[in-house]
């Protein structure tokens, strides 16, 4: 993610909404708890930075979405989510993150199942018929309606999650999501911590006029019993929940050539999305897509999904690495920063954290490729190095892994980070330098990391030089010296 301050607010969830929602539709909506027999209480994962979130032991599979966006622009939503979920522990109960809208009915396997919805601690919990248990497998189905969630930024001055940009004079309402941390579930029912990735079916529903976007690559577009027009997506390679895109705007959408990136030389899609009536200069930055997807698959191993691209957003947010389709706002757009949430895609979004206290090992691998990218163009890169030892030295710093909430994307994060990575590249050459990045992504992008996975990996390929140098820039309560040859 690249970050700057922004501000937005929404509202939160309301029984009205629910019954007028219904009586539009022609229903009657009386939402229920049913009381849980169990007195269980579920587990989460044990973040360090967000101990609630998540539910230790749960294994989401895939998460079959069918949302419906009636208003573009506001912060109602509808849906039903199935998800497909296993566990590595006996579970009596399932402790799903959710934030909002109003859940309306839970079922297992089919059948209602009691649950319990505390929008206020943001829990959906759900009492199976009897314990999921380690290889068991079973299909989870919420349907919900009304407002979003609200989940303050940890950094900024904004919210996170389910975004919504009113219609103003010529604009248009529109809405995309911006999750990172923990935002996804302030709209969906989600094992929100990136150690749980999973696969998705995405099916969005929008008005006539408009074009619904998300992760994974398009399979049908089809019209919709209300007039409008259903868009269904299919992202096949797990990813954490909050990198999870979906926009709905007027776009126009923007096919470029595939490019032969992939694993076993395979074609990426390539595509963009475009607002209609944006500044036409947004565009150029994105014209080296392809180009950039070249260099950094050179130097991080084949690009590990099936299509790339960036849908742009008029608001100024931070740009932000949802998978296959970056967030980019207008502001935002230029080449620097899609070689950054292009890097994402390898490593956040492919090799994920164990813990949030490790999002240096997101953050500074994407601030390292720019230096990659600059280089590929020609320049020697010293002088960005050198711009970056003074920047961490403006700034306060500390060792790499995060401690509070406030330290997740501060300069230490992305700048010493990337310099902890030019620290170990100076000990080796080039070659071995590819090779270890390559083989980072390759041998675990399977599995969540932490920072002492990273200095394991590097003394065993590297030797105990380059692990000294990356114990260094990882531990040093100061600022080490510049990294040079």
Do not use: C
């Not at 501000?7 to 909506?29: E, I, N, P, W």
């Not at 954490?240 to 899609?269: C, M, Q, W």
């Amino acid at each position: 993610m690249a970050r700057t301050a922004v501000r937005s607010s929404r509202k939160r969830s309301s029984l009205l909404f629910l019954v007028l929602l219904a009586g539009a539709q022609g229903q009657t909506v009386i939402p229920t708890l049913p009381p849980l027999s169990a007195s269980v209480a579920a587990k989460p994962i044990g973040d360090s930075i967000f101990p609630a979130l998540g539910q230790a032991g749960l294994d989401v599979l895939n998460y079959d979405l069918d949302l419906t966006v009636d208003r573009p622009g506001t912060s109602e939503l509808r849906g039903t989510v199935v998800l497909t979920v296993t566990s590595t522990q006996p579970l009596p109960v399932l402790s799903l993150d959710f934030l909002g809208p109003q859940v309306m009915e839970v079922r297992w396997n089919g059948l209602p199942a009691p649950y319990r919805h505390d929008q206020v601690v943001g829990k959906l919990t759900i009492e199976p018929p009897q314990p999921l248990l380690p290889g068991m497998r079973a299909e989870v189905t919420v349907r919900f309606a009304g407002q979003v969630g609200v989940r303050p930024d940890p950094y900024l001055p904004i919210n996170v999650g389910w975004q919504a940009v009113p219609a103003v004079g010529e604009r248009v309402g529109a809405n995309f999501t911006l999750s990172e941390p923990d935002g996804t579930r302030t709209f969906l029912p989600v094992n929100d911590h990136p150690s749980d990735p999973a696969t998705f079916t995405t099916r969005i529903t929008v008005p006539a006029g408009y074009t619904a976007a998300a992760s994974g690559v398009q399979l049908s577009e089809v019209a919709a019993p209300n007039g409008g027009r259903t868009f269904t997506f299919e992202q096949v390679q797990p990813i954490p929940t909050y990198t999870l895109a979906i926009h709905v705007n007027r776009f126009e959408r923007v096919d470029s050539a595939a490019v032969p990136v992939g694993k076993g030389g395979a074609d990426v899609i390539r595509r963009d999305y475009f607002p209609v009536g944006i500044p036409a200069g947004t565009r150029d930055a994105y014209v080296s897509t392809g180009e950039i997807l070249k260099v950094l698959a050179d130097w991080f191993g084949p690009y590990p999904f099936s299509a790339y691209g960036s849908a742009i957003v008029t608001p100024r947010v931070p740009a932000l690495e949802t998978a296959t389709l970056s967030t980019m706002p207008v502001t935002s757009s230029n080449v620097r920063v899609v070689v950054h949430e292009a890097a994402h895609q390898w490593f956040g979004n492919r090799v994920t954290l164990a813990d949030w206290s490790g999002v240096w090992l997101n953050e500074g691998f994407a601030t390292y490729a720019e230096l990659l990218w600059a280089q590929a163009q020609g320049e020697t890169g010293d002088d960005m190095v050198r711009g970056w030892y003074a920047r961490a030295g403006r700034n306060q710093t500390r060792p790499l892994v995060a401690t509070t909430e406030s330290q997740l994307f501060d300069t230490t994060s992305y700048i010493r980070g990337a310099l902890a990575l030019q620290a170990v590249r100076v000990t080796v050459d080039d070659a071995a330098f590819k090779a270890y990045l390559r083989g980072w992504v390759s041998e675990f992008q399977n599995r969540p990391v932490t920072t002492a996975d990273l200095l394991t990996y590097t003394r065993t390929t590297l030797g105990a030089r380059a692990e000294a140098a990356l114990r260094l820039w990882a531990e040093s309560p100061e600022l080490p010296p510049l990294p040079e040859k």
